[in-house]
């Protein structure tokens, strides 16, 4: 799975519909010999991956904006789709407006370790 | 410049070059009546930008990898070219394997204020 683009590509896509977010494009690579890069771009910012089958590992994002989207049910899609056997997470607000006028982020939750050997 | 898909899209890859990066391919969207989605996939990663023109401000991610890179010219380069006033940076080390083959990130630098006055 982590060395296929078009089945990362189909299952990132397919992973912003589980958000309840509108994939607007999107851009894949495969790498030689092995890995893939790519990213949709949604109307609510984007979803990213970067896979490394050598070492089985899979960095990715899900960054949404808006109330009616759920970027931890594209999280959660993701990993079983990728048979993750534990996924570390961080959670990061941003774009928060402060009075001053000026924006911040807030770095909301830290290596929240997730064992997933139950749903891989 | 924060509603100009091309100029932006240009800008990125550009921030990309600066970061001595190889851009592969990247997926850019103008949303109406404002705003600019897009990710440039490279050959190290990804970088992503979106853009909120009514409130002056964007989210931009610069994730790189290997030793000849340096993301951090690519974010100091965009900053710039959006003639940005301030800039808060948040650096977190991605895919550090440990001892267990398990895989973790650091969050190294939270919310590192730059005031770019002077450049802007």
């Not at 509108?22 to 949709?40: L, Y």
């Not at 990993?79 to 006028?101: C, D, F, H, Y």
């Amino acid at each position: 799975m982590l060395t296929d683009v078009d089945a990362v590509s189909d299952m990132m896509e397919k992973a912003a519909l589980e958000a309840n977010a509108t994939p607007i494009t999107k851009a894949f690579h495969r790498f030689q010999p092995q890995g893939v890069s790519g990213v949709v771009v949604i109307q609510e910012s984007h979803l990213s991956i970067h896979t490394w089958p050598e070492t089985g590992y899979a960095a990715m994002d899900f960054y949404t904006c808006g109330d009616h989207t759920d970027p931890w049910a594209a999280c959660e899609y993701a990993a079983k789709q990728l048979g993750a056997k534990t996924m570390l997470t961080t959670e990061v607000k941003r774009g928060i407006e402060s009075a001053n006028g000026r924006f911040t982020h807030v770095v909301t939750t830290d290596h929240d370790v997730h064992e997933l050997a139950k749903i891989a």
